[in-house]
């Protein structure tokens, strides 16, 4: 079975930009997988951030945008706030009918 | 807004079966080919495991690493979603979250429930 890779961890200084990515050991990531984004903080439930690869959902700042960067899927974070340090989640939707989550990143804001 | 409301035990003995259900707000739940309602989970201090889905009208899937343990079914006269899981063990302590997958070409986890959190302990 494929397995999404996720750095396990990334720091970024407030105001910077950060560029998380999500990888598929089988091959490489493309919108045919719709891509999805999820934000995750201790002991709450994952919020969703991006889908379809690069749209945001309700209520998302801009600051978040995702993307394929070469043969995976991203997700960039543009002046990063203090509250942006999170664990953060890729979902692929194979088409199997499956679904694959990454392992998550976790990201810190210092 | 919808909402997903779950219940079942916080508590099972190893060896023996998890139960959840799941109940949403809204009749979307029997929206044939729109939505896929599943599970997933997150063990302590780890990432998120997909553990399967299912649409109503059509069929289930299930991650392959735990197919042989886990039923998904539905009912939409109650508007309820429910899991089973199979001779646990410590290895299946988590938060349990059940999902709305929205599919309509965009494939992505839009609803969750509040989570449930299951300890497999004797």
């Not at chain 1, 961890?9 to 919108?31: K, M, N």
């Not at chain 1, 700042?61 to 990063?80: E, H, V, Y």
């Not at chain 1, 890729?90 to 976790?106: E, F, P, V, W």
């Not at chain 2, 508007?79 to 290895?91: F, I, P, Y």
Request: aromatic content about 12%; overall charge neutral.
């Amino acid at each position: 079975q494929a397995v999404v890779t996720q750095e396990p961890s990334f720091s970024v200084s407030p105001g910077g930009t950060v560029t998380l990515t999500c990888g598929l050991s089988s091959g490489s990531v493309s919108t045919s997988y719709y891509p999805s984004w999820y934000q995750q903080t201790p002991g709450q439930t994952p919020r969703t951030l991006i889908y379809n690869t690069n749209v945001r959902s309700s209520g998302v700042p801009d600051r978040f945008s995702g993307s394929i960067l070469g043969n995976k899927a991203a997700l960039t974070i543009t002046g990063a706030q203090a509250d942006d340090e999170s664990d953060y989640y890729c979902a692929l939707y194979m088409s199997s009918d499956t679904s694959l989550l990454g392992g998550g990143t976790k990201l810190t804001v210092l | 807004q919808l909402q997903l409301q779950q219940s079942g035990p916080g508590l099972v003995k190893p060896s023996e079966t998890l139960s959840l259900t799941c109940t949403v707000s809204a009749d979307s739940i029997s929206r044939r080919g729109t939505y896929y309602w599943g599970w997933i989970r997150q063990p302590p201090g780890e990432g998120l495991e997909w553990i399967g889905n299912m649409y109503f009208g059509g069929g289930t899937y299930y991650n392959p690493s735990l197919k042989s343990r886990v039923t998904i079914l539905g009912d939409t006269s109650k508007r309820q979603l429910s899991l089973k899981v199979n001779s646990v063990t410590a290895s299946d302590t988590a938060v349990y979250y059940c999902v709305r997958l929205l599919r309509s070409g965009l494939y992505f986890f839009d609803y969750w429930g509040q989570g449930t959190v299951v300890t497999v302990s004797s």
